[in-house]
């Protein structure tokens, strides 16, 4: 685990949220010790789901109209950082649980989101089941079509990489309404069946299946109705705390390696070689950088400033590209050793790679700058 005390800083936690990220703090210790059996079981960690809920995180993130501390996306982007270094499976189930809850209750009808803040704050679980086989990446513009039926809309069809869906109790949905993307909240039932898509090579334990929707109903009285205006949302700005996190980790578990092995040449420590000291630093700043960035969209999402979703795209790209540099370094440095089983690193290196391919994917992020940059032809 990486050193866990950070200084204050101006796009930080704001001070009177401080004991939030300590909280987060002292159970990412407890997730990074059993992180590596999850991973090998690929079991959900439901145990440590649990502990955050427990602690009053969950509801801490929700608005103080709807019985939460209305807790700051600063705060929120460092608290998952935490996470993520002592154990990125968890981190991301959470991100999504809670980008689902929360989000249910500040898009749904006042009396809806009333209900989706109470079953938050009474432990049910929550997963967004977004992007479709077909869709790739573009999980806002859903391809799929609701039916019309008595009480609502009906769905038949399948959505993808739902982490930490089997333990779900209500699901955020997007589908297309008379053509208009359109979100649902839709309980679990029978008419939802949770398959594998096959093991991936990295966040084993997050839980990720293809759920497929059988003449699901969406109900009318839980469709939210269409934004009045820009809304940040935490899937998006958590999911560069996520790589920052494993990045953290990363340059954690390469420095403890260097400190301990010895060069059988010279009898000195690895860490004394240039090269890797050179490495080292080149990495670190970078990852200083990308916090930096991710921090200011944070601050923008506080702001609920219109930038916030152009900022996302970079901060995922800044964040996904130095988690990948950061792990491939501690390989490096690690040697045979890092390809074994036992070893942090290999395990850090594949979640690492994880990010990249997480919605918006990297490319995608890139092709969207690009454009924004060029203008349209």
Partial sequence: MPDQKREAHPLGPPPEEQHWVDTAAELAREFAGTAAAYDESTLVPRENLEMLHASGLDAALLPKRLGGQGLSYRSYGEIVRLVSAGCPATACIWVMHIGAGVGLAEMSEPEVGRFYADELIAGRRFANALSEPTGGNLFLLPQQHAQPAPGGFRLSGSKRFTSGCEIADHFLVNVLVDGVPTFFGVEAGESIRYLPIGDTMGMRANGSRLVEFSGTLLREDRRCPPPSGP?????????????????????????????GRTIPTTGEPL????????????????????????????????????????????????????????????????????????????????DAYAGWVMAYSVEVCRDSIGDELFGSS
């Fill in 271 to 350: 860490s004394a070689m240039q090269w890797l000291r050179f490495d080292l630093a080149t990495v670190h700043s970078q990852l200083e950088a990308a916090a930096m960035y991710a921090r200011h969209m944070s601050w923008l999402a506080d702001q609920n400033d219109p930038g916030f979703n152009s900022a996302t795209l970079r901060a995922k790209v800044l964040s996904n590209q130095v988690a990948i540099d950061a792990a491939q370094l501690a390989l490096k440095a690690g040697g045979g050793s890092g390809f074994l089983s036992t070893s942090p690193i290999q395990r850090i290196l594949r």
């Fill in 231 to 259: 809304r940040p949302n935490h899937i998006g700005s958590g999911i560069a705390f996520l790589s920052l996190g494993i990045a953290d980790a990363a340059v954690a578990a390469l420095v403890a390696h260097a400190r």
